[in-house]
């Protein structure tokens, strides 16, 4: 295990240099201190987690005292916003510390959020909240125990300097990690400026240093055809992911979409308590252009404005570019919906396709809608009911106001379970190991949060030891399984961080 302090920095960011990425330190912040750190990304980045805590990883961690080796970088991209293009973004707050390799082979970006102002900052002022970075750290967290593609978090450090939002609130840093922090954006914003030849450097960084397979293909056309089809393969899996579990972005721009299939930037995200397919987690979607039935077609749209960015890397010719880049997204939809029919059909415990199953799924998602009925509650329970034809539907059938139409949608699994699989034990361990018990509801990390703010962060740890383990039962915290208080149904975030 390695000290955080000397860690062995590639700095690849800074080494490309302009205009992918500008050297930029931290601004100092008053008195930091600890709040949190995480024995499991420390433990990604072979870093003594005993030793950052007894020597003390604040300094490090808040940009105050730069590690041996560092050479931190902002990340010029800009995005599509809602849809509309938004010019020139980048790291407004977060600053890269550089990039490591582990042990075992794997590159980690080490990046500060809201470690200070950057070129990039426009009117901001660099620094993040206490809130949102107690929710990012445990909105990533809780993907990643779900074994969901997610950036993640190592440490939170606080500081009573005053930040400025709606009210006044207090500093933190994040210390995000992720194997690369590159985004759909980064390839537009060459693309808007055209600056056409700065494409291929950026994406030949990406396939070299994350996909050794395809970096081996010798063609250049054939290999960057490959890296998108790559891309769009792990979008479409990604959006599969957050769909199965309830999970709603809320701000699915282009600078928000990874080109490694990573969840990215958690802004106002949400797990779904009542299911509503409908719902927005964000309350200024107001049109509802990222509501949870919206995701798996604005990942689509997302992918559009990426491989439009990148068509001079497909062909030659523009008009042979455009063509192989819809040949390229052509493929995304059904991609998506097999990615998703086969999550779904786990989460029913169904170990085989049949004709049908895509309308089993959807004619339980009606009732659970018409009801309300809590998702994640809905699918844990149905794991705990017997397929026998004559055994109660408790529990599955007690999350439902209309039991009849749960019991009679219930009947229909039964019989359709019966068609393959007769060790109804084998089955039920099956679903537990993919519908968890327990999800990072609003009012767990509101909890967090207003705890945090008092100076308890005993919560935040808490919380993430839960989620570490979302899919065993740990009946010692039952509490965090049960559903919302009246107080927090309707509760909804905005992009304020």
């Excluded at 992911?241 to 490694?260: E, I, R």
């Excluded at 599955?396 to 949608?409: H, I, K, P, Q, S």
């Excluded at 609003?442 to 808490?462: C, K, M, T, V, W």
Aim: charged share 25%.
């Amino acid at each position: 295990m390695q000290d955080l302090w000397a860690l062995d920095w590639r700095n690849r960011g800074a080494a490309m240099g302009e205009p992918w990425y500008t050297r930029q330190q931290p601004t100092a912040i008053d008195a930091p201190y600890p709040v949190v750190f995480n024995d499991d990304v420390a433990a990604l980045l072979d870093v003594d987690s005993a030793r950052a805590r007894r020597e003390g990883y604040a300094e490090v961690l808040s940009g105050n005292r730069m590690p041996d080796g560092a050479a931190p970088v902002s990340h010029r991209y800009g995005g599509h916003q809602f849809g509309v293009w938004a010019g020139q973004l980048g790291d407004g707050r977060a600053i890269t510390l550089g990039d490591i390799v582990n042990a075992r082979g794997q590159a980690y970006d080490i990046q500060l959020k809201g470690a200070g102002k950057t070129p990039y900052s426009r009117f901001a002022d660099g620094r993040a909240v206490l809130r949102s970075t107690v929710r990012e750290y445990l909105g990533s967290e809780a993907l990643a125990g779900l074994g969901i593609p997610t950036t993640r978090a190592l440490a939170i450090v606080g500081s009573d300097a005053p930040v400025y939002r709606e009210t006044v609130e207090t500093s933190a840093i994040l210390t995000r990690v992720a194997p690369s922090l590159v985004r759909f954006g980064s390839f537009e914003m060459l693309f808007y400026h055209r600056q056409f030849d700065q494409l291929a450097p950026l994406a030949d960084h990406v396939i070299a240093t994350h996909h050794a397979e395809i970096a081996a293909i010798e063609n250049d056309a054939e290999r960057y055809r490959a890296w998108v089809a790559e891309v769009i393969a792990l979008t479409a899996e990604l959006v599969a992911d957050w769909q199965a579990v309830g999970f709603c972005h809320g701000v699915l721009n282009t600078d928000n979409m990874s080109v490694l299939g990573l969840t990215l930037d958690y802004g106002p995200f949400g797990f779904m308590d009542s299911f509503d397919p409908e719902w927005i987690c964000n309350h200024t979607d107001e049109a509802g252009r990222y509501a949870y039935n919206q995701q798996p077609a604005v990942g689509l749209w997302n992918l559009g404005r990426f491989v439009q960015a990148i068509l001079p890397l497909l062909a030659d010719e523009p008009d042979a570019a455009v063509e192989v880049g819809q040949q390229l997204l052509e493929d995304y939809r059904g991609l998506y919906d097999r990615a998703y029919l086969a999550r779904m059909r786990a989460k029913l415990g169904l170990c085989d396709a049949l004709d049908g199953d895509a309308d089993l799924i959807e004619r339980l998602l009606k009732v659970m809608a018409v009801d309300g009925a809590d998702f994640t509650r809905t699918f844990r329970a149905l794991g705990h009911v017997s397929a026998a034809p004559r055994a109660t539907g408790a529990p599955f059938a007690d999350e439902f106001v209309d039991r009849d139409a749960a019991l009679a949608w219930l009947a229909d699994w039964r019989t359709r379970l019966g068609e393959t699989d007769a060790d109804d034990a084998r089955r039920a361990e099956r679903m537990r190991l993919v519908n968890p018990k327990y999800v990072l509801r609003n009012y767990l990390a509101q909890s967090a949060i207003e705890r945090a703010g008092q100076g308890d962060y005993s919560e935040i740890e808490r919380l993430h030891a839960i989620l570490r383990r979302p899919f065993d039962e740990q009946p010692e915290h039952a509490d965090y399984a049960r559903l919302p208080p009246d107080w927090a149904r309707g509760l909804m975030l905005s992009c304020s961080s």
